[in-house]
């Protein structure tokens, strides 16, 4: 059980998966109730070419991913904005303009061997400087995540009535997608490019079918997402699995086993007693 | 009844850009007075609670709002899978007068807990928003505009969907705030919740009439044009019944 610590890249995988888990976890509970997972996903796929640049670059994959995840949100946000293109269809258009555009530089004779890297993740590649780049992120996160908690939950409870309460449903939406694309940078170093939403959308599903309060999912999910990917490493490490998608697979296994136990949660909870017509 | 009215509207016409959504729109809502917007689907009643937070652009007229106003929104509006309690609601109401970095903290939960306990609800406190009866989930929201100080409330649609003792139970509550001095707007399609009311307005896409219940619900042609149906008299049952036209929306 402790062989595997001995040796300083699966201690760098370590931090790598629990600083993925705990941004990706906390994150992925608004992404699920904000209907984000389609854009998580967009946004993970359309940051390829930038990997590819930095790869061809010799940069860290970070300098990377940055300009172009700004740069296919603005895309994004400009197609939509085009009469008679619905967003669904802009984030369509833009991610597969983005993707093939990787694509096709990954595939140019500049481009260095180890693309899959950048598709699958190269969690067990990952350096010191790339750790305290995710740990700076993450902390950044959390920071984000905590001073908009409260603008957060009244958006996405009653996006019609945020406003009278104080809350612009626009900010909140576009503040939530910011911290969204800081985390996608994080966890695509060690998940890859196509593998990545698994954690923004695994552990907080599994964590919704056990808490019913926004801040202990919160940390129900991170926990999760923490723990699937140390499991996940594990798995890599004594089958001799792919990494990243020995981890993203451990997050699909916690969420199904969350289901069965979501049910008989729910089937132990008490009934409500009877409304009482008086008032005081 | 005070000088300065609450809200106060004069052939007011107002869109969701420059078309006029709602045109010639005149009332006028006093401390401690309720006032029915009575409409069909479709009609504008939304459209002028919006038009009352500020959230429309003016096209014509004026409208003086004179206090906070607090909306209650129909509670299916809401998720009910959200992970949030009925203090946690009710706390909402305390961020417009937080500073953006700060959280709500004891003394916000406090006072929400405070409305919840006002309207009936303390014992709920805790429990899950989406786990609550339909009624106390609009008792909820309640509480929300009260934590917001609201000195107009704004209710869509209270009663739909409500039980008859949950509806009865909701229209004492209102009354009790509109003796405390508030002014109460109540966007319904219930002409007998609206006869319980000190004022009704009829709304379809403009103002159809305003007044109190008794002048404005005995006119036939009130109604219809409210409407736009046929009223026919139901024998031996006691008021009237309206026959909507097909249903056709602009």
Redesign the interface.
Known sequence: MLEPLQEPFMQRALAEVVLVGVAGGALGCWVVFYGLSYAAESLAHSLFPGLVVAAIAGLPLLLGATPAIVVAALAIALAARIAGVSREAAVAVVVTTMFGLGVLLALSPQSPPGVEALLFGDVFGVTDADLLTAAGLVVLVLAGLRLLHGRLLVAGFDRGTARSLGVSPAFADAALLVLLAAGIVVAVQGLGNLLVVAVFVGPAAAARQLSDRMLPMMVLSATIAALAGVAGLYLSYYAGTAGGASVALTIVAVYLLSLPAGQLRASRRPMLPPAKATIA | MPAEPLIEAADLSAGYDSTPAISSVGFSLAAGQTLALLGPNGGGKTTLLRAV?G?LHLIEGTLRVGAK???V?QTE???LD????AL??AT??T????P??R??GRAERRAAARAL????LGPFAA??FG???G??RQRVLIA?ALV?DAGVLLLDEPFSGLDR??A??LE??IG?LAGEGRGVVIATHDLEQARACDLVLCINKRQVACGEPDAVLADVEVLEATYGGAIVEIPGAEGRAILPPHHHHH
Request: proline fraction near 9%; aromatic fraction near 6%.
């Open positions: 937070l959230e106003c607090g909306t929104p509006r809401s998720r959200y992970p949030v309690s946690d609601v909402m109401g961020l417009a007068r937080l953006w970095w959280r709500p306990d006002r309207v009936g429990e899950t786990r609550l009866s009624g106390q929300r917001q003792p949950s009865e139970g004492a509550l009790e």
